[in-house]
């Protein structure tokens, strides 16, 4: 049997994935979108996530609130996490930002990050 981590956090693109990567402390599993996601693809997910606790970290663009609009659809459970519309995308956001949003989630991120840099 496969190890999974018990929080999954979906991302766009491999740049929020990295940035992600880099904040959070805990061992969690990041999945790429990649920026659209097929209903196969979906219903796939919707399966190998199956109890598990799913976070949802788009960016605060049209793309982005379409699939989020999508997961909320077939994905009712997951956590929608927010970034600052003044940032626009996940990889733009500072990291303290990142930080802060992951922490307000119950997601263990290395405390460096939560101080902000001026």
């Known amino acids: 049997m496969e190890m999974f981590e018990d929080k ?3 991302v766009e693109g491999t740049t929020d994935k990295r940035k992600v990567k880099e904040v959070v402390k805990e061992p969690v599993d ?4 990649n920026g659209t996601i097929s209903i196969t693809k979906l219903d796939e997910l919707v399966d190998e996530l199956f109890n598990r606790e799913v976070y949802i970290l788009v960016d ?6 379409k699939l989020r609009k999508l997961f909320k659809r077939e994905f009712p459970e997951a956590e929608h996490l927010y970034i600052d519309r003044m940032y626009k995308e996940v990889a733009a956001a500072p990291e ?4 802060s949003v992951l922490i307000a989630a119950n997601i263990d991120v290395h405390t460096q990050f939560l101080e902000r840099r001026t």
């Open 8 to 10: 999954v956090i979906i």
């Open 30 to 33: 990041i999945i790429c979108t």
């Open 60 to 65: 605060a663009d049209e793309s982005g609130e």
């Open 96 to 99: 303290y930002h990142l930080a």
